[in-house]
Structure formats: C-alpha cells, structure tokens
C-alpha cells in the first residue's frame, strides 16, 4: 500500500517559519552574554589549532602545547598593546594643549555665530553647557560600571574558553558525528573542516587588510604632516574592522587633530579626502579581493548580517556578523531543503531572464532589412 505524502499548507507553514525565526533570534538576544564569549572563544581556538596541532607533532604534551599557544598569543597581543600604549602615551601628553586650543576654537566661533544670527554669547554658551550636562546625565554610571566589569570578566573568560575547546575538541567532533549519525559522519566532517578553514582563511584576509590600512592611514596622515599618524592609523585600521560606524569614527579623530594643530581648517578636510580616497580602495579592491573572496557572501546579505547581529549583540555582534553568515551559507549549502537559502547569501549572480515578448522585440530590431 503506497502512503501519500503529507504536505503542509503555505498558511500554516509560513507562520511556523516565522515563529521559529522569532524564537530564535530572541533566545540569541536574551542568552548573548553567554553565546558572545563562546563564539569569540571558538573562532580563536579554530586559529590557534594548526599551531597546537604543529606542537602535538613534535612530540609536546597537548595540554602544554596548549599552555604554549596560548602564552605565545599572549605575548603578541601584548607587544601590540605596548605599541599601541607608547604611541597613545605621547598623545595622552599633548592633549592638556589640544584641548585648550580646541576650547580656543569653540570661543571663536561662538563669537563669529553670535555675530552672523543674532544671538548672544550668553545664549550660545547656555546651550552648549546644557547639552553637555544632558550627555553626561544620560550615561548612567552604575551601567558604565557593570560593562566595564563585564569586559574584564571576558578578558579572563575567554581564554578559558579557549584552553578547553582545544583541550577537548575530539570529543566536540566526536559528539558532531554521533548526534547526526553514522550515514552522515563524513559529511559532517567535511562541514565542520571547510567552516574552519573559512574562518582560518577570513581571518588572515582580515589581518592583511589592517595592515595595508594601517600603512596607508599612517602614510598618508605622515605626508599630511598630521600629528600622531602612527596611532591614528593603527587605531583607524582597527575601528575599520566594525563596519560603517568604525571608518565614521575614524576619519573623526585626524579631523580634529587637524582642525586643533594645524592654521588653515583646508587640512581637514585633506584628512577626510584622504580617509575616502582609502575606504574607496578598501571597499573596492581590498575587501573584494582578500577579504570577501574568502566567505563568499553577497553584499546585501552582508548589511542585512551586519545590521540584525548589531542590533542583537551590539558591536561584538557587527565584528563577527560575516564570518557568522558565512558558515550558516555553508551549512545551508550542504542540506538539501535549506540550498535556496545558501544560494540567496552567496555571491553567484544568476543570468538575467528576459520575457519573451522582450525577447520577441529584440529578435525583430534585429532582423536585417529587406
């Protein structure tokens, strides 16, 4: 006796679709300080584990191996931060005149808008000093406290984290291959090494594209004559990381180095034809070509990413929403019902169809004449 198969109507599937997208998305936002340190943990063990694996080989205990890993990763993000600290240090010592030839300005052109709009310094002033209070009122201290708590207790959580996904990572793909069973263990195995070299290989396009960011945001500040290029370039390259508000952010600072440093306000707005001229290169050839070319992933479905893990998770979220995108495509992509679903995040243009009546108009403009 053959069995009909049952199918579901659009009017009851569709709403089980959208609640289960809801449901989900709110379990990501309610439990996001604990899903937030194990994703940034899991992205850095996927780093870390060539070089465990390059220790293991040669005869290391893993567990030191990974101890090694870990303080070697240790040492280099902190020669970086004492890079960073020397560099902020000498800025850290000018700004007392920064900000007194910056309040110098602010006076000037109080004057200069009181004399234009007929309003008084005193009006101005006012206002000024009001905005200010209400800016200062509305960062609530006791919030301020608990996220800077929060920060450090990821500072120490994390490499926790680490130290035990790479500690226990063949019971993690173990329990991988048992949970979707035998008849898929080499699928799943081939899953879960495309989604680490993807994030191995974004990753390192990432680092390439900071340190040819940094240069050209340091050399072009340097021919500028703009103070403090180093840390200004190093800063931009990193706050380019947190896409649309971090290149924002990053013209900003130079700016106004420019417009407290230099005579003519002309300077600032070099700094900011600059800072385009770069994120043109960097939005054009850069990223298309180290960055993108590694996930694969369209540009829309990158802003959409982008803007819903932003809105979830805040700039943590902004950070790791492509590489996050990237291996839900790639899982799609190998489970038949949800391919559409991959093909719609990739970067494969299909040909455009034409109607035929189109076709039909096209194939007479054509026609030789008689």
Do not use: C
Request: proline share 5%; net charge positive; no cysteine.
């Amino acid at each position: 006796m053959i069995k009909k198969e049952t199918r579901i109507p659009i009017s009851i599937k569709a709403p089980l679709v959208f609640i289960g997208i809801f449901a989900f998305f709110t379990v990501l936002y309610i439990a996001k300080s604990i899903i937030i340190p194990l994703v940034f943990a899991t992205i850095i063990a996927i780093i870390l584990h060539p070089v465990v694996n390059l220790f293991v080989r040669i005869k290391i205990n893993r567990i030191v191996a990974i101890l090694i890993t870990l303080l070697l990763t240790f040492l280099v993000i902190a020669a970086f931060g004492a890079l960073l600290t020397t560099q902020a240090s000498r800025f850290t010592e000018s700004l007392p005149k920064l900000v007194d030839k910056f309040t110098e300005i602010i006076n000037q052109t109080i004057i200069y808008v009181s004399g234009h709009f007929n309003l008084s310094n005193k009006e101005i002033t006012t206002w000024i000093t009001e905005t200010k209070n209400e800016l200062i009122g509305s960062a609530e201290i006791g919030q301020t406290i608990i996220n800077v708590g929060s920060v450090v207790a990821l500072l120490f959580l994390i490499p926790v984290y680490v130290f035990m996904i790479l500690f226990y990572q063949p019971l993690l793909i173990e329990f991988s291959h048992k949970l979707f069973g035998k008849s898929n263990r080499s699928k799943v195995s081939e899953i879960i090494n495309q989604i680490k070299t993807l994030i191995q290989r974004y990753l390192i396009g990432l680092l390439i594209e900071v340190v040819i960011i940094s240069f050209l945001y340091t050399i072009g500040l340097l021919i500028l004559g703009i103070e403090y290029a180093l840390i200004l370039g190093l800063l931009g390259a990193l706050l380019n990381l947190i896409p649309y508000l971090g290149s924002i952010i990053a013209a900003s600072m130079p700016m106004i180095i420019a417009i407290v440093t230099k005579p003519s306000p002309w300077f600032a707005l070099l700094v900011l034809a600059l800072y385009i001229f770069i994120q043109f290169i960097d939005n054009n050839y850069i990223v298309p070509k180290i960055v993108a070319s590694k996930v694969k992933i369209n540009a829309l479905a990158s802003i959409i990413a982008v803007i819903t893990f932003g809105a979830l998770w805040g700039i943590p979220g902004m950070l790791i929403a492509i590489p996050l995108t990237a291996i839900a495509k790639l899982i799609f992509d190998h489970i038949p019902p949800l391919t559409p679903w991959g093909f719609l995040l990739g970067d494969t243009m299909p040909p455009i169809i034409r109607s035929h009546r189109f076709k039909k108009n096209e194939t007479k403009l054509n026609a030789p004449d008689k």
